[in-house]
């Protein structure tokens, strides 16, 4: 008896999310430009809008652009010279002078960048960013901070507090918490201008990004992160789990190696290693990393589905039998465990528990046709031709129409057994060769 064919056990993605695929790049210069910010390659956009006010240097938007990408990248002196192109056109926006003054304290300007973040603080006493820099300077620079006569404006009642990286940092991860991602974008976008290596800072952004489904950007900051953090575990985890999602195992597998050096107990991590390695087709590495992940998480079903799928390709049933049974007794609900189950027990002689778990399946996914199939070669086997004409008007299969077929033909049926030969030709017309004979 032919109890239909072996389904595969699942090789889960953790992300879910499918690999990009990448239009043409458009022809306009800007259109492009654009493009290639949002695939989060700022040089590559930079070089766009160079060339754009090369042939067009009255574009003070096209310069705005730039500046923040070479901000981003830290060119300051570069993003210095057009913000200083910018400044005499918008003169009211406080924005343009803390950008100028981070860049002059960058440069070691200290005196220019007070002057700058005056300018700024007359224009909005709470710029936020303006004071951050203005505690870090006073912070690195005490001479300043005992010369406050140096600054003539006048702070507001009441004072807000002078905010530097930490304080930056602890406003956004509370934005986070209330909900507010777009304001925690911002305060950490801000930070890494004062501070382009603060890692946690890079990593919360990459994590906001990642949920907001700007992977680009999110791969850019994890891979920041790394270069500011590289005995961080997390940055090299999270990165892998972007590469995985689209298809690029290779560099995969080199992130997660190092997050599970890093991080032995890591069942995460370990999970993803291994299979990133099936995948890859060392099923050696894959099953000892699947291994590693269920003895460091033993609750987790899929890790036992994946330890049964290795074992079925290895020809090792009784192992299979063992990971399948701990995987049914996690989760009874499972179809694929289910399914393989039954396999093993009606392998094994045990037909009535293999029946009772392909009737479990069929209960759990009605619409999944193995365990449907396989019930109705049991009752086909077993003489009861209503039960498995029922089973099969639903998930029809050519060679059970065909086995139905004979079995009618044998009891002197002739209608119903030619009705099942038509459907099973319908289904197969490369049977009609025995049909005819």
């Known amino acids: 008896m032919n109890t239909a064919r072996v389904i595969q056990l699942p090789c889960r993605n953790s ?3 499918p690999a990009p695929v990448l239009p043409d790049l458009p022809e306009s210069l800007e259109t492009r430009g654009a493009f290639l910010w949002d695939r989060a390659d700022v040089e590559a956009a930079a070089r766009i809008w160079q060339e754009i006010l090369g042939r067009d240097p009255s574009r003070s938007d096209i310069r705005l652009r730039l500046a923040r990408a070479v901000l981003l990248t830290g060119a300051w002196d570069e993003a210095a010279d057009e913000l200083t192109i910018c400044l005499p056109l918008y003169p009211d926006q406080p924005d343009l002078l803390v950008h100028l003054a981070i860049c002059c304290l960058h ?33 690195s620079h005490p001479e300043i901070a005992a010369d406050s006569s140096r600054m003539e404006w006048q702070m507001p009642s009441p004072a807000p507090p002078s905010l530097e ?9 509370a934005a986070l918490e209330q909900g507010r991602p777009s304001e925690a974008r911002t305060l950490l976008s801000d930070l890494l201008l004062l501070d382009p290596d603060h890692a946690p800072a890079l990593f919360e ?8 489904n700007r992977l680009p950007w999110a791969r850019r900051y994890y891979e920041a992160a790394i270069r ?33 050096l890093l991080e032995p107990e890591s069942a995460g991590a370990a999970w993803l290693l291994a299979q990133t390695c099936e995948r890859l087709g060392d099923d050696a590495e894959a099953r000892f990393f699947y291994s590693r ?19 079925l390709l290895r020809g090792q049933t009784d192992e299979a039998e063992s990971w399948l049974d701990k995987a049914c007794a996690l989760d009874r609900s499972r179809y694929d465990v289910l399914y393989h189950l039954g396999l093993c027990r009606w392998r094994q002689g045990d037909s009535s528990t293999a029946t009772a778990l392909w009737r479990s399946a069929v209960h759990e996914h ?3 046709p193995e365990a449907a199939q396989a019930l109705a070669a049991c009752a086909l086997a077993g003489g009861h031709l209503e039960e498995c004409v029922a089973l099969l008007d639903a998930h029809p299969t050519a060679e059970l129409h065909w086995q139905a077929a004979e079995a009618f033909s044998a009891r002197g049926d002739s209608p119903r057994a030619l009705r099942h030969y038509r459907r099973a030709l319908a289904l197969k017309p490369s049977l009609a060769a025995w049909y005819f004979a």
Do not use: K, M
């Open 165 to 173: 990286s930490a304080s930056l940092f602890e406003e956004a991860i």
């Open 205 to 212: 952004l990459a994590q906001i990004e990642e949920a907001e």
């Open 15 to 17: 992300s879910g999310i």
């Open 107 to 139: 440069r070691n300007q200290n005196p220019q960048a007070l002057g700058l973040l005056d300018q700024a603080l007359r224009l909005d006493p709470q710029h936020r960013l303006a004071h951050a820099a203005l505690g870090a300077t006073r912070s």
């Open 228 to 260: 500011a953090w590289p005995q961080a575990w997390e940055p090299h985890y999270n990165l892998a789990r972007l590469l995985f999602s689209e298809g690029q195992d290779e560099e995969a597998r080199l992130q997660l190696e190092r997050a599970v």
């Open 366 to 368: 009605p619409g999944r």
């Open 293 to 311: 992940a269920e003895a460091l998480d033993s609750r987790n079903p899929e890790v036992c589905c994946a330890l049964a799928r290795l074992a």
